[in-house]
């Protein structure tokens, strides 16, 4: 498939953080992260899909060798009443908390302490058009509210009727299984095969295709999972990229800003493989593959067949086929006697990404001729979407009518204001002054780039909504945008879109 060419970006500035490893051939030096639960699975079933797909290219001999070691399971067992199916096919990716052949080094270095649920800390549903020319996978959040179907405990044997749990509890209940059919009933979508990988599939993945690459607008420090990246261009290896795609206490709108670094790290897994000519060397991809899929586990169908023709189809796949979104969110604290805070879907919105998918239609609407208006490259890069960050503006200064124009521009390029400036209590203020709690540190410094020269001010239990005090050195505001390029209903962003300029 034609790649179409990649919109120009302002320069990702270049760091090399201390021990790093030294470059590959032309490619700089990176480094790594980690998010929550719900982002490394993600990345690892992304990765190992790609390997599968370029298996066409090797050779009937070399996949079936493969297909031995690849773990099986029959999440479609007794099955009944299931969706219609529609075009394309739909792939399930589920990321469990499995660490077994972890070492303990490993767990004290990267924070992986602890003992696991058993449970998906991912669960991602992937689509693949009927042409095989496009790629859209959709995050489904952890702790999504779900009505899971009468089953049996896998632990237990006992009987349970239907039940409301966090999504990610169907696999603790019921295991592949239950999982699969909790998410057909949610979506409506009929799941085609089972992927599972764990914390060693993972770190796997990402040392067999030697690093993937990673740029951050902005310096990125998680205290809970070690991540500590300045702004730049980094390197990741398999344990730093699982600190990456786990890091939940980067900004106090975690769940978003860890969606965001999930469907970055995917894009560059992606371009790793499809670029280094792993799927072009038989021996490289055997060894690449091997070591992946010793440590996943399939449904019975997924076997030699299925993988060369995908392959066979797929050989032109790169980042900007691929597409990312998550499922649009009503309430992201609906509150479950017995079960805590869920993530309430939006039922409307839900139903028609969803029904996009079943009807093997795009999620991102379609690109315009020019990708971007001439001012576009001007706008300075920031890592969260303006969109992202509430806003409530307070003028300072004497000035009549300084509140509400501020108010305005902020708004115009983007930022959630509350349209009712107010007032600040001082009217003598000669700085301008962003306030936030910080937790939202990222949400603030995306609001001060809009604002040269203005100072930073951390307040704790300030909450969610930004405050900007205007003092009479205010000049301008800055147009802004975030690296990745949200388009359409459903947000959705492209893969060539998130990866590194």
Not at 8 to 21: D, N
Not at 371 to 399: F, I, M, W
Request: charged residues 25%; glycine residues 12%; hydrophobic residues 35%.
């Amino acid at each position: 498939m034609p790649t179409p060419p990649r919109p120009q970006r302002p320069p990702c500035p270049r760091a090399t953080p201390p021990g790093r490893r030294p470059p590959r051939g032309t490619r700089p030096v990176r480094s790594r992260t980690q998010d929550e639960r719900p982002g490394w699975g993600m990345r690892a079933a992304v990765g190992l899909s790609v390997l599968v797909l370029g298996a066409g290219g090797i050779g009937h001999a070399v996949v079936s060798e493969l297909e031995t070691g690849i773990g099986r399971v029959d999440p479609f067992k007794d099955m009944k009443n299931r969706p219609r199916a529609g075009g394309g096919m739909n792939l399930l990716l589920v990321g469990t908390d499995g660490r077994d052949t972890i070492t303990r080094e490993e767990r004290e270095k990267y924070r992986l302490g602890g003992e696991p649920c058993h449970c998906t800390d991912t669960i991602m549903l992937i689509h693949l058009s009927a042409d095989k020319q496009r790629a859209s996978v959709v995050s489904l959040p952890r702790d999504s509210y779900a009505e899971i179907p009468a089953h049996t405990d896998r632990t237990t044997g006992e009987q349970h009727a239907s039940h409301p749990v966090k999504l990610n509890a169907a696999y603790a209940e019921g295991g592949p299984t239950l999982t699969v059919r909790t998410v057909e009933h949610m979506t409506g979508v009929k799941i085609d095969h089972y992927l599972e990988v764990d914390f060693t599939s993972f770190m796997k993945t990402v040392d067999a295709v030697g690093g993937v690459e990673i740029c951050t607008a902005l310096p990125m420090k998680d205290t809970y999972s070690g991540l500590d990246l300045p702004a730049g261009s980094h390197e990741l290896d398999g344990g730093q990229a699982l600190q990456y795609v786990r890091a939940r206490h980067v900004d106090g709108g975690s769940d978003l800003g860890r969606m965001q670094r999930q469907q970055k790290f995917v894009a560059a897994l992606i371009e790793q493989v499809t670029s280094s000519g792993v799927l072009l060397n038989p021996v490289k991809f055997q060894q690449v593959s091997a070591s992946v899929l010793g440590s996943v586990r399939a449904d019975k169908g997924f076997g030699t067949k299925q993988m060369l023709a995908l392959g066979s189809a797929m050989r032109g796949f790169s980042p900007s086929s691929s597409e990312f979104a998550s499922v649009p969110v009503g309430n992201p604290s609906f509150p479950v006697k017995g079960i805590g805070a869920t993530v309430r879907w939006d039922a409307a919105k839900a139903k028609k990404l969803f029904r996009a998918l079943r009807e093997d239609e795009p999620l991102a609407p379609a690109e315009p001729e020019s990708a971007a208006g001439p001012e576009e490259p001007a706008a300075a890069l920031v890592d969260v979407a303006p969109r992202k960050v509430r806003v409530q503006v307070y003028n300072g200064t004497s000035k009549d009518g300084l509140g509400r124009a501020v108010d305005e521009q902020l708004r115009g390029t983007g930022f959630a204001t509350t349209g009712l400036p107010l007032n600040g209590e001082r009217r003598d203020a000669r700085r301008t002054v962003v306030t936030y709690d910080p937790r939202w540190d990222r949400s603030a410094q995306s609001l001060a780039a809009a604002l040269p020269g203005s100072e930073l001010e951390a307040v704790k239990g300030h909450g969610g909504t930004l405050s900007v005090t205007v003092g009479s050195d205010f000049t301008e505001v800055r147009r802004v945008r975030s690296g990745s390029r949200e388009a359409g209903e459903f947000s959705t962003v492209r893969g060539d879109e998130v990866v590194c300029p």
